[in-house]
């Protein structure tokens, strides 16, 4: 969950700088980025933000950590990462609306 945001949000990179901080203390800080055309797959989501920061906590190492491993191992695999506001009764059915639009826009990428 991502507590401090409002909407959903799709994130375009992200960083190596909180990975191995004990490793990444003599190299420089890696950024990876989707390739997902995330214009073409938000297409007539109502509220979905693209973001480029993935935040410094839990979410960027996962995120990082997928992305790495994809391009290291050469796997034709797309990746996104989706952060979830704290749903509620007011916003759930909007929020599920857009996740199911996120995710029937990606069969066609």
Do not use: W
């Not at 797309?78 to 069969?107: G, R």
């Amino acid at each position: 969950m991502a507590a401090i945001r409002s909407q959903l949000s799709v994130e375009v990179i992200a960083s190596s700088t909180n990975i191995l901080p004990q490793e990444s203390i003599n190299s420089p800080e890696q950024i990876l980025q989707t390739t997902v055309d995330l214009e073409k797959l938000l297409v007539a989501t109502a509220a979905v933000k693209i973001s480029y920061d993935c935040g410094k906590f839990v979410c960027e190492g996962v995120y990082y950590s997928v992305l790495e491993y994809l391009h290291r191992s050469q796997l034709p695999i797309k990746c996104i990462f989706v952060h979830v506001p704290i749903l509620n009764q007011e916003n759930l059915i909007d929020k599920i609306a857009d996740f199911v639009l996120i995710i029937n826009n990606s069969a066609f990428l």
